[in-house]
T-cell receptor, first 113, second 117 residues
Framework: DQQVKQNSPSLSVQEGRISILNCDYT??????FLWYKKYPAEGPTFLIS?????DKNEDGRFTVFLNKSAKHLSLHIVPSQPGDSAVYFC????????????FGQGTELSVKP | NAGVMQNPRHLVRRRGQEARLRCSPM?????VYWYRQLPEEGLKFMVY????????ESGMPKERFSAEFPKEGPSILRIQQVVRGDSAAYFC???????????????FGPGTRLTVL
């Protein structure tokens, strides 16, 4: 039972353009969401998070949007840079049951110069 | 300002041997989590520990796997009698004390890649 889904295994974007990575979830009890970036042979690196009381959170080039009614979140990267090329994972949890993060399968982003 | 440390980075075991994976959380962090990533898949939660306590082990296989986080020293994930299907990347994450029972951002180590021959 895949509670968090990233339906696009890969995405290719031109440098300077916007990258949009999508994530869907099925469990309406999730109320805290995070995005991680992962390079090969390294651990995931935290990027940005959002709680369900918000619909947007911004940090520099990264913005996360949450649509609770659609059970959908997205990560926007503007402008995209070649160094952003990595696998991006979204993760979800229930805030008051701390600990367990449920991860999507990941989307591999390739930013071409 | 050291991050989460894991060792070894690579571990090769033959079927039936034991694997011990170590994790030292970030300074000041008292919560440790273990995740497993099989090839071509996302990370799967295994266990959540605080010092000397297992808080949530709902993702741990019932047999052969155990985890501990002693008062002193690193957290250990132990796999007894390894099988080929245990080959995976095992990631440890830590988070600060925060509000007990509430999710906080987890910071990941570089992982241990276990290969079972």
């Amino acid at each position: 039972d895949q509670q968090v889904k990233q339906n696009s295994p890969s995405l290719s974007v031109q440098e300077g353009r916007i990258s949009i990575l999508n994530c869907d979830y099925t469990n309406s009890m999730f109320d805290y969401f995070l995005w991680y970036k992962k390079y090969p042979a390294e651990g995931p690196t935290f990027l940005i998070s959002i709680s369900s009381i918000k619909d947007k959170n911004e940090d520099g080039r990264f913005t996360v949007f949450l649509n609770k009614s659609a059970k959908h979140l997205s990560l926007h990267i503007v402008p995209s840079q070649p160094g952003d090329s990595a696998v991006y994972f979204c993760a979800a949890s229930r805030y008051n049951q701390g600990g367990k993060l449920i991860f999507g399968q990941g989307t591999e982003l390739s930013v071409k110069p | 300002n050291a991050g989460v440390m894991q060792n070894p980075r690579h571990l090769v075991r033959r079927r039936g041997q034991e694997a011990r994976l170590r994790c030292s959380p970030m300074k000041g962090h008292s919560h440790v989590y273990w995740y497993r990533q099989l090839p071509e898949e996302g990370l799967k939660f295994m266990v959540y520990l605080q010092k000397e306590n297992i808080i949530d082990e709902s993702g741990m296989p019932k047999e052969r796997f155990s985890a501990e986080f002693p008062k002193e020293g690193p957290s250990i994930l132990r796999i007894q009698q390894v099988v080929r299907g245990d080959s995976a990347a095992y990631f440890c994450a830590s988070s600060p004390p925060g509000i007990a029972g509430f999710t906080d951002t987890q910071y990941f180590g570089p992982g241990t890649r276990l290969t079972v021959l």
